[in-house]
């Protein structure tokens, strides 16, 4: 039985969504002992692990300690060892608002995600971060918009592709579009997550290395990556045009997955010779492997 009959409002679900949070934690997995007649953690242990004063966490569970200041909140969060999608829910109930997205170290993409994008046999696809780093992908995209596997991760970045290899350059249907389009989500991202550290090494980069970048970055520009279309000159199939799409991935505000849809029959066509191709390869070498086995 709760201290106080909260409210329905804000304060009252802010009170059930922490006392049902810290109930579920696990004492003896964050090095605390003693008996205790309740589940979860002590209250005062929840104020000492987010640097608040008992009584005043004591006065958010029971639906009378008024809206914490974003800072707070995040500090609850971690000390109640919140998801994503958690802290999130925190910040809506609690000051009806979501968090500032925030960059999280390049750790990958789960391996559900990419069998996501493994599903799509046709269908070119990557993921991207807010600095435009590749990091995940799929056959078709191998096949059609580069070969990442080949490339060292430090060269996977479209930004420097883009304004420093020539070969992207001329492979752009339209590279001026598609480098302002780049440069304007990459300003736009960047300081939507709190990307700064890695934006400003980039930025100073291809500042010094290309007077294309510098002129287009100076002009402030920003806009969402949404969706669009291109056309690419690929050196086997010749034109494809894309229509290209980008998504959120859930629990990543830094990252954004970008599907590139072949724009009519002609270009699938393409993209299907192209993916038919290399698996007509693999599948010869593996004959010519079984025969010398």
Known sequence: MTDRLEGAGAEGRLARFLRERRQRLDPAAL????????????REEVAQRAHI????????EQGRGGA????VLDRLAEAL????????????????????????????????????????????????????????????????????????????????RMFLDPP?????????????????TFRAETARVGDTARAEALVSDLNASSADFARMWSETDVRATGEGAKTIRHAVAGEISLEFSCFAVDGRPDLKLV?????????????RRLCAEEDAALY?????????M
């Open 168 to 184: 992207t350059r001329a492979a752009q249907g339209d590279w001026e579009a598609v480098a302002r389009f780049l440069v304007a």
């Open 81 to 160: 060892l919140m998801t994503e999608a958690e802290r999130e829910h925190l910040f809506l109930v609690a000051i009806g608002r979501p968090p500032k997205a925030h960059a999280v170290p390049n750790e990958g993409i789960s391996q559900r995600l990419q069998r996501f994008l493994d599903a799509m046999p046709l269908i070119p696809a990557t993921v991207a971060t807010s600095t435009w780093d590749i990091i995940a992908w799929n056959h078709a995209a191998r096949r059609v918009l580069t070969d990442y596997e080949t490339l060292p991760p430090d060269e996977r970045n479209i930004l420097r």
């Open 53 to 60: 004063s008992t009584t005043w966490y004591t006065w958010l």
């Open 284 to 292: 010869a070498q593996d004959l010519l492997m079984s025969f010398w």
């Open 68 to 71: 914490p200041s974003p800072a």
């Open 259 to 271: 599907i590139y849809n072949p724009a009519g029959a002609a270009d699938l066509a393409k993209v």
């Open 31 to 42: 090095g605390l002992s003693g008996r205790r007649r309740t589940p979860g953690l002590r």
